[in-house]
C-alpha cells in the first residue's frame, strides 16, 4: 500500500515538471547556494533529523568527506531538515545527490507551493533537483527523508541556489548567541539560559537530533528527557531574515532522582512557614499553604543548648495557635504537598537558635538529630538558617578555601553526611544575612591583624565548600546595613538597587577582602534567589513589588538597571524567597501574587 502510493506520487510529480531528469541550469552570477553545511562537512551543524535517524557518516559520500546517513524506524520517515531564508518572488533550484531505496528531497515554505522529487537509486548516487517560488515567501524548509520500512538512504552535497537574501538593502539574520550555559533541573529537565542577541524576535534550541524547541525568551527550559543521560544543546537567534549561526555547545546531565536543581521548576518561590511559633502574623496550617510556594522550611528546629549540636522540632503550642493541627494531620498535609510537586525542608537555627558545632561530637549529634527529624516528618532536606552568632572564623583562619575553624568545618561535615544519607534528591537551602556573605568583599574574619569582627563573611567558606551539593542559596537581602557592591560603592536595602548589586555579587564572585588571589566563585544562576520580607510588618528593608519586578528584570532581562551596572544577565535566576508565608498571608498575599504574575504563574 505504501509503495504503491510512493511511486503514483512520483508520477504525479514528474507530470508538473518538478523532477528534473538532468542537471540543473547554470546559476546566474548574483546566485548563491544557502545551504548551510550542504556536504554535512561539520556533522549535522544546521540540520533537525526526526527520531533521532540521521548521522554523518565517511562512507559513502558523493563530494568531500561526509555525507548524511538517515535510517527511517518504525512509523518515523528519517526527515532530515533546515530552514533557509530567501528572496521574497524568486526562483530557487534545490538540489543533491542520494543513494537509497525511495530517497525524497524537496522544499516547502509560507506562500510557496511544496515541491518535491524522489528516487530509487540502490546501487549509485543519483542527482535529484527541484525548483520553487513565492511572490511573498522569505524562508524554505528543505528537507529529505526516506520511506516507512525501507533501509537506510544517504544523502549529500544539498544546495538551494537562488538570488542571495542578504543583498544590499536587505536583512540579515541576527548574531550567533553567546553565554549558553545549561543546568540540570531535575531527572528529566534542563535548565538553558544564554545573553539576548540585539534585533532576535524569537530563538530556537537544538538537542542532539530533536526537532528545534522555538522559545521567544533568551531561556528555556527543555523537558520530557531521560534520568542520568548526558545531553548536548545549541542555540540559534531568529528574525525576519532567518536563524543566525547556532552558539557554541554546551552539555548537561540530568539527574537520577531529583536532579542538580533538587527538582524544583525553573523559577521557584521559596517560603518560611511559622511552624513552632505565630510571631503575631497569625498561624499557618500546613494544609492550608497556597499553591504557589514551591519550598517551604519549617521554622525552626533549634538546639537544647548553644554547643549541643541536638536539634529539636515541635509544632506550635495549643496556647499560642489555637488552630494547630495534630502531629498526624500535619504529616499527612506534608505528604499532600509532596504529592503536589511542592518540597518540604526543616530550617534551622533562626534569629533565636543559636547554633555552633565545636566538637565532633556535637557534629554527630547535629547529624542525628536532623535526620530523626527528617525521618519523622518524611522532608525532603534541610535549610540552614544561622544567624547571629552561630558562625564566626577563629583568629588565622584567612582563605574561606581551606577553613580551619571547628564549628565551620564540623557544620560542612555534618551537611555532607546528611546529603550522602538522604542521595541526590537531598534539598540543601541556606538564608544567610548579608552580614556573612556580601560583607566578605571588603571583610574577612578577624582580618590579617585581628580587631574586626569574626562574623564577616564566615559562611563563605561553608557555600563555597558545598556549592555542588547546594540546590539554593538565598541570602537575606533585608535586616541589613549598606553593603559594597562590585562598583565598590554603598548600596542601602528597600530597592531594586539592593537585590540587584548584591545578587549579582553572588552571580558574578569577587576577591575575598578584596584579595584577587582569593576569588569566591559565582554561583550558578539556578542555584540563587533573592530574599525579601513579604511586607513591612516582617522585617526591615521591605521591597515594594514595583521594585521586586525591577530587579527581576534588571538580573533576567538587564532592563530597569538604574544606575549599578550588573555583571551579566541571567534568565535562568531560580526565583524568590521571603520571611514569610505567614506574613505574605497577613498582608493579602500581595508578594506571592507579584511573584506569579511576573512568570505567568498560576496558582
Known amino acids: ?72 524506524a518504525g512509523q518515523d520517515n528519517a526527515r532530515c531538515s533546515q530552514s533557509v531564508t530567501v528572496k521574497p518572488d524568486s526562483t530557487y533550484t534545490l538540489g543533491a545527490w542520494v543513494q537509497g531505496a525511495y530517497v525524497y528531497l524537496g522544499a516547502s515554505g509560507t506562500g510557496t507551493t511544496d515541491v518535491s522529487a524522489w528516487t530509487q537509486s540502490p546501487g549509485a548516487f543519483k542527482q535529484l533537483t527541484t525548483s520553487c517560488t513565492g511572490p511573498s515567501t522569505t524562508s524554505v524548509t528543505v528537507y529529505t527523508h526516506g520511506w516507512y520500512g525501507q533501509p537506510a538512504h544517504v544523502t549529500d552535497d544539498v544546495t538551494l541556489v537562488g538570488p542571495d537574501p542578504g543583498g544590499p538593502g536587505q536583512p540579515q539574520p541576527p548574531a550567533a548567541p553567546t553565554g549558553l550555559t545549561a543546568s540540570a533541573v531535575s531527572s528529566s529537565s534542563v535548565l538553558l539560559s544564554w545573553t539576548a542577541v540585539p534585533g532576535a524576535t524569537s530563538y530556537t534550541v537544538h538537542r542532539d537530533g530533536a526537532a528545534p524547541l522555538p522559545v521567544t525568551t533568551a531561556s528555556a527550559t527543555v523537558t520530557g528527557l531521560a534520568a542520568s543521560t548526558a545531553y548536548t544543546f545549541r542555540v540559534g537567534a531568529v528574525n525576519a531574515a532567518g536563524e543566525s549561526p547556532l552558539s557554541a555547545p554546551v552539555s548537561a546531565t540530568t539527574g537520577s532522582g531529583g536532579g542538580g536543581g533538587g527538582g524544583l521548576p525553573a523559577h521557584a518561590l521559596v517560603g518560611y512557614l511559622h511552624t513552632s511559633f505565630a510571631n503575631g502574623s497569625g498561624y499557618v496550617r500546613m494544609a492550608d499553604v497556597p499553591a504557589s510556594w514551591d519550598v517551604i522550611n519549617l521554622a525552626f528546629g533549634e538546639p537544647t543548648s548553644v554547643t549541643s549540636g541536638d536539634i529539636r522540632f515541635r509544632l506550635c503550642p495549643v496556647t499560642e495557635c489555637p488552630n494547630v493541627e495534630s502531629p498526624a494531620e500535619f504529616k499527612a498535609a506534608v505528604k499532600a504537598k509532596q504529592a503536589a510537586g511542592k518540597k518540604v525542608l526543616i530550617s534551622i537555627g533562626g534569629q533565636n537558635g543559636q547554633v555552633q558545632l565545636p566538637t565532633a561530637a ?139 548589586a548584591m545578587t549579582d555579587m553572588l552571580l558574578t564572585g569577587f576577591p575575598v ?91
Not at 569582627?453 to 533585608?478: E, K, S, W
Open 362 to 500: 556535637a557534629r554527630d549529634t547535629f547529624v542525628s538529630s536532623v535526620g530523626k527529624i527528617i525521618d519523622e516528618y518524611g522532608l525532603d532536606g534541610l535549610d540552614i538558617d544561622f544567624e547571629g552568632h552561630s558562625l564566626s572564623l577563629a583568629t588565622g583562619d584567612t582563605d574561606f578555601r581551606a577553613p580551619t575553624t571547628p564549628g565551620i568545618v564540623n557544620l560542612i561535615s555534618a551537611v555532607k553526611s546528611l546529603k550522602a544519607r538522604y542521595g541526590p534528591g537531598f534539598v540543601l537551602t541556606m538564608a544567610p544575612e548579608t552580614f556573612f556573605v556580601q560583607l566578605g568583599y571588603q571583610f574577612y574574619g578577624s582580618g590579617p591583624w585581628g580587631g574586626q569582627d569574626p562574623r564577616a563573611g564566615a559562611y563563605l567558606p561553608v557555600i563555597h565548600a558545598l556549592r555542588d551539593d547546594l540546590t539554593l542559596l538565598h541570602v537575606q537581602d533585608y535586616n541589613s546595613g549598606p553593603i559594597m557592591g562590585l562598583d565598590n560603592q554603598y548600596h542601602s536595602m528597600g530597592g531594586a538597587d539592593f537585590h540587584i
Open 513 to 603: 577582602a578584596g584579595n584577587t588571589a582569593r576569588v569566591f566563585p559565582g554561583l550558578r544562576p539556578d542555584q540563587v534567589a533573592i530574599g525579601l520580607p513579604a511586607t513591612t510588618n516582617a522585617g526591615n528593608g521591605h521591597t515594594s513589588p514595583a521594585e521586586v519586578t525591577k530587579a527581576l528584570n534588571c538580573l533576567t532581562k538587564k532592563t530597569d538597571c538604574g544606575t549599578y551596572q550588573t555583571h551579566g544577565t541571567w534568565p535562568g535566576l531560580r526565583g524568590l524567597m521571603t520571611w514569610s508565608i505567614n506574613w505574605d498571608r497577613f498582608g493579602g498575599g500581595e508578594f506571592s501574587r507579584n511573584f506569579d504574575a511576573y512568570y505567568g504563574r498560576t496558582a
Open 1 to 72: 500500500m505504501r509503495r504503491t502510493r510512493s511511486l503514483l506520487t512520483a508520477a504525479v510529480l514528474a507530470a508538473a515538471g518538478f523532477l528534473a531528469a538532468g542537471p540543473p541550469a547554470a546559476a546566474a552570477a548574483a546566485d548563491a547556494d544557502l545551504v548551510r553545511n550542504g556536504g554535512f562537512e561539520a556533522g549535522l551543524d544546521g540540520w533537525s533529523c526526526s527520531g533521532g535517524g540521521g548521522a554523518a557518516v565517511t562512507a559513502p559520500v558523493h563530494g568531500g568527506s561526509s555525507a548524511l546517513k538517515a535510517t527511517p
